[in-house]
């Protein structure tokens, strides 16, 4: 049922219209985490408040209940209303809540995974120190390997030194690898 914003508060008390203008698209972008959750839980009270008391005036109106008041309640189309725009103004800021929320994670990981690199990166040079890296050469299109210590690593492997015979197999063996390690990093973002 659309109302002009003008009857919409009219019906609403001064804190109350201010609560229900907030939920508005334009303000919603400038409400933080904990504003927003402040709202939600003062929106859901005065939606709770509102529906009882409809509901009582519903039980009023049909003799049900015994009046509250020295006159009978006669209808209660506008505490409906009044209920609808606080329902409607919540669902407005939970899912602005679950949007910040989900922001505020992603920056989160993306810290930490920015925090995590360098050490990453230290541990690995540390573990490096002291041994002599493996010297690859090109020559005609093949890798080859110039290390002894690595010759003699694959053939205690056993099935390394067959690998070696096939060149494409040791080409694409490491882009499988690096395919599935952007796999999972997609997958863990999920």
Known sequence: MPTSPSKKMSLLTEPEARLVLSSSPRNLVELSARDLRGRILRARKLMRKYQDTARRQRREALRKRTPTRSRRAEGNANTVRKALYFQQALSRFE?????????????????????AKPRRAVRTKRATTGRKPVRRTRTAGKTATASQRSMKAQR????????????????NSHVVARNRRTQARKDSRR
């Open 95 to 115: 899912k602005r809540l679950a949007l910040v929320e989900r922001q505020e994670a992603r920056a989160a990981a993306l810290a930490k995974r920015k925090m």
């Open 156 to 171: 205690r492997k056993g099935g390394a030194r067959k690998q070696q015979g096939f060149a494409a197999v040791r080409r």
